[in-house]
């Protein structure tokens, strides 16, 4: 069976992997990873495939409509996500014009959190996959082909031959990482890397996971809770380290992004990975996704391995909104955490949410100054996102705290972000002015441009970086936001 995986047309470099899908002015975008995963699977299980990265590469609806005309796929599998579900189910709608035999089915961590009601958005759409889906897109596709009983595909929601949609019994989630082919491979065959970057990292850059999951329990956190679990699944550290080797000298690259939920929630494992890169004595830079309370056993041998950078969501500075959102986290380990990376030489790039339960204009003060104070190399602050199937949503939503209920508003005109959160006390509009000025106040400091400066002296290689995100920075200042929207233009958002 041919199997086409695409990440439809949207708006230019709208990036539906990260966490908060939406164009970023920084020009960070993602790799379509799970996309990748799920057709290295289904190739290792005899189909053809092909993957299609519409929006990183600029590409407008007449490239998919030529690949269904001209290769034929039986089977379609769309990415999708909240701002763009009513776009990408009008993009299968078109493509099931030029082949009405074409099976069309969502995935991603919208359609999962509510797979009922995006069904009922246009009958064109044959079916939605919930959850991780590269088993299911295999023996979906095998189904078909043998022209079997779709109703025993786990994780598949479909609409049956009376109209009515059904809902299979849910997939357990695949334990055994090591079933999937290297993604690399699909990278490799389908896409243009260059094309992918983060703005916090050196370019050009691959994104690599070495687990799935998350141990803990944030109340906005979308893909924990509506995609990968919590239960953390572990990747072989040989097979980590082999992909890694593979990759390193199949492409050019400056860089690899380790993009777990948080690469360092089992310490054990993080040091019998970097025990491994170091058994090998292989040379490379890495940046990874963590949380801000590893140890500086953790720490020193992450930068031994190569460790350059962690993306960390510090998130506010005070206990009491910590608490609140489950973030399991003590402002003490904060601080001390960010003395053992500088110690160590490892930079960190800070994330902070506005707009979390509990916030007012002085505990929003308070994470400024902490900020300010924790002293990180970068820093991002933003109205926190809300997501369908999060504890966070359907607290606000009860509350009547959403200004919005229509997904097409989750973003602007422009397809960048924007805050449809609003307190009775903290309107959206001045939590998004609140997020600008916090940017200004951190990046304008005298000390923190010196100690920059002098950084990227000793680090000539950080130069391009440096410049790229002081263009970045200024970008902000200089965008008008739309006349009557509470818009927040961010860099990044993905911690």
């Not at 041998?301 to 993306?311: D, F, N, P, S, T």
């Not at 290689?461 to 961010?490: Q, W």
Request: charged share 30%.
């Amino acid at each position: 069976m041919r199997i086409l995986f695409l990440n439809p047309p949207f708006f230019k470099n709208y990036c539906r992997p990260q966490r908060s899908p939406g164009v970023n002015p920084g020009g960070t975008q993602y790799y379509p990873l799970y996309l990748c995963y799920a057709a290295g699977y289904a190739e290792k299980n005899g189909h053809e495939v092909k993957v299609l990265d519409c929006p990183a590469r600029h590409q407008e609806i007449d490239v998919p409509l030529k690949v269904v005309q001209e290769w034929k796929p039986d089977l379609l599998v769309v990415e999708s996500s909240t701002p763009s579900v009513y776009n990408d189910i009008d993009v299968v709608r078109r493509l099931k014009a030029v082949k009405p035999d074409l099976y069309s089915v969502l995935v991603g961590t919208h359609v999962t959190a509510v797979p009922e009601e995006t069904m009922n958005i246009d009958n064109t759409l044959d079916g939605i996959l919930r959850f991780e889906y590269e088993l299911t897109v295999a023996e979906l596709a095998q189904v078909l082909e043998d022209k079997g009983d779709i109703s025993t595909v786990k994780g598949l929601t479909y609409r049956n031959s009376e109209g009515k949609i059904m809902h299979n019994e849910d997939r357990e989630l695949e334990t055994n990482l090591e079933k999937f082919p290297f993604v690399s491979y699909q990278y490799k065959k389908h896409l243009v890397h260059s094309d992918y970057r983060y703005a916090h990292s050196r370019h050009p850059i691959l994104t690599l996971i070495t687990t799935r999951g998350c141990p803990f329990q944030c109340i906005q956190c979308v893909y924990p809770q509506t995609f990968a679990g919590h239960k953390v699944r572990l990747r072989d550290p040989e097979a980590i380290v082999d992909e890694i080797i593979w990759a390193w000298n199949n492409f050019f690259l400056r860089d690899i992004m380790f993009e777990d939920d948080t690469f360092i929630a089992l310490k054990s494992h993080t040091i019998k990975i970097c025990e491994e890169i170091l058994r090998r004595n292989f040379k490379f830079s890495f940046s990874a996704n963590a949380r801000a309370d590893a140890d500086e056993e953790t720490i020193s041998i992450l930068k031994k391995a190569g460790c350059r950078l962690l993306c960390v969501g510090f998130e506010s500075g005070n206990q009491d909104i910590l608490d609140r959102m489950k973030k399991s986290l003590k402002l003490e380990k904060a601080y001390k955490f960010v003395q053992y990376t500088k110690k160590h030489g490892i930079l960190v790039r800070g994330c902070y949410m506005i707009g979390l339960p509990g916030e007012t204009r002085e505990t929003m003060k308070e994470t400024l100054d902490f900020a300010i104070k924790l002293n990180t190399d970068t820093a991002q602050f933003f109205p926190v996102m809300l997501y369908p199937g999060t504890e966070f949503y359907e607290w606000a939503r009860k509350e009547g705290y959403l200004k919005t209920h229509d997904y097409r508003d989750w973003i602007d005109r422009e397809g960048y972000y924007r805050t449809h959160l609003s307190y009775p006390d903290l309107p959206n509009e001045e939590m998004v002015s609140f997020c600008h000025s916090a940017r200004k106040a951190f990046y304008l400091r005298p000390e923190y441009i010196a100690h920059q400066i002098w950084w990227t002296i000793k680090h000539p290689g950080e130069l391009t970086r440096n410049m790229d995100y002081a263009k970045i920075f200024f970008k902000f200042f200089k965008r008008s936001k739309p006349k009557g929207k509470a818009t927040d233009v961010l860099e990044e958002k993905k911690c």
